[in-house]
């Protein structure tokens, strides 16, 4: 079955420390995203990118890192400038633009 | 940037009742999309519907877009329990204005709660 896998499901971080969250899809889309969603908010955009090797900040990238490797792969590196980390972490692709967006399930970051 | 904004932000009601949840928006809009999630769960695309249309019909979901008043409404009909969620409307960007964008923006969403 095509889909979106994010791994892990559950993460804890110690401060200071960096962690990089996986996002895998095999739906062959070339658009991939990653947004934050806080309790009880919307999802805000952290980076995006459009096709291989090319990636663009969305609006709180401060804190985050991406790459781009490979079509199928996104993964998301929340380093220790990120000050406020603990959040639930949705990836997202789309087959181009803002056609309908296929998500994962989600991560959810939790700083000890 | 841009942000969909829904109304109201919690909803509860009787099984087998209409379910309306409104969204408004900022600027000039290409698409506009409703989505779902349940809780704790990622999101669920549910539909799109393009600037050039006012009304657009999927099962029991029925949305509504006048870009005159920058907003769309999402009509789930006859609900049922397992309905309840947490709907958000998103919205990209005109990209003929030059104000388009080629990722989405999300409103904060409606908690809807179907009681049994």
Redesign the interface.
């Known amino acids: 079955d095509g889909g979106i896998t ?1 791994s892990p499901k559950y993460l804890f971080r110690k401060e200071g420390q960096n962690v990089t969250l996986s996002c895998e899809q095999n739906l062959n889309h070339d ?1 991939m ?1 990653w ?1 934050r969603q806080d309790p ?4 805000r ?1 952290i980076y ?1 990118s ?1 096709i291989v090797n090319d990636f663009q900040k ?2 709180i990238a401060e804190g985050y890192s991406v790459s781009r490797e490979k079509k199928e792969s996104f993964p998301l590196t929340v380093t220790s400038a990120q000050k406020n980390p603990t959040a ?1 972490y ?1 990836c ?1 692709s789309s087959i181009w ?10 991560t ?1 970051l939790t700083v000890v | ?1 841009q ?1 969909g904004e829904e109304d109201p932000q919690a909803l509860s009601i009787q099984e087998g009742e209409n379910a309306t949840m409104n969204c408004s928006y900022k600027t000039s809009i ?2 506009l ?1 409703w ?1 779902r999630q349940n809780s ?6 549910l539909i ?1 519907i393009r600037s050039n249309e006012r009304e657009k019909h999927s099962g029991r979901l029925r949305v509504t877009l006048d870009t005159s008043k920058k907003s769309s409404s999402l009509l789930i009909t006859a609900s049922r329990a397992a309905d309840t969620a947490s709907y ?1 409307c ?1 919205t ?1 960007g005109d990209l003929y204005s030059g104000a388009g ?9 409606t908690k809807l709660s179907v009681i049994p």
């Open positions: 994010q658009a995203y947004y009880g908010q919307g999802l955009l995006y459009q969305g609006d639930f949705l997202a633009g803002s056609e309908g967006y296929t998500f994962g399930s989600g959810r | 940037s942000q290409n698409n999309q989505y704790g769960r990622g999101l669920v695309h799109l958000f998103a990209d964008s080629y990722q989405l923006t999300f409103g904060k969403g």
